[in-house]
């Protein structure tokens, strides 16, 4: 059974950081494209980062690109989202998502082309 459990939200300053890490089971992260995405209240959800099974390639939506990282350890079964410089626009529950599917560059940043979601963890930058 393939399960996604979200960890590492809180509430931080603007400017400071987080990583959140998303620790898979049931399945190896090396040969699913993985999704980070993000949902505030009111708004739609947004594809913020993923990293697909081809060529390890990532993909970063721009309001993020320069400030946050996605990373896997395969020997954890885990990803990780390294998030610096972070803003109030940052605040939101942070989901991630999983396919056995080798997603395209466009196709990865799209959260109905995923089959497994994490529970959410929320984060909060205050100004």
């Known amino acids: 059974e393939v399960q996604l459990v979200e960890s590492g939200g809180g509430l931080v300053q603007a400017g400071g950081s987080l990583t959140l890490s998303c620790a898979a089971s049931?399945?190896?992260?090396?040969?699913?494209?993985i999704g980070w995405f993000r949902q505030a209240p009111g708004k739609e959800r947004e594809g913020v980062s993923c990293i697909r099974t081809t060529e390890s390639a990532t993909y970063y939506a721009d309001s993020v690109k320069g400030r946050f990282t996605i990373s896997t350890d395969n020997a954890k079964s885990t990803v990780y989202l390294q998030m610096n410089s972070l803003k109030p626009e940052d605040t939101a529950v942070y989901y991630c998502?999983?396919?056995?599917?080798?997603?395209?560059?466009?196709?990865?940043?799209?959260?109905?082309?995923?089959?497994?979601w994490g529970q959410g963890t929320q984060v909060t930058v205050s100004s």
């Open positions: 998502a999983a396919t056995s599917y080798e997603l395209d560059y466009y196709q990865c940043r799209l959260w109905h082309e995923y089959d497994y």
């Open positions: 049931g399945f190896t992260v090396d040969d699913y494209a």
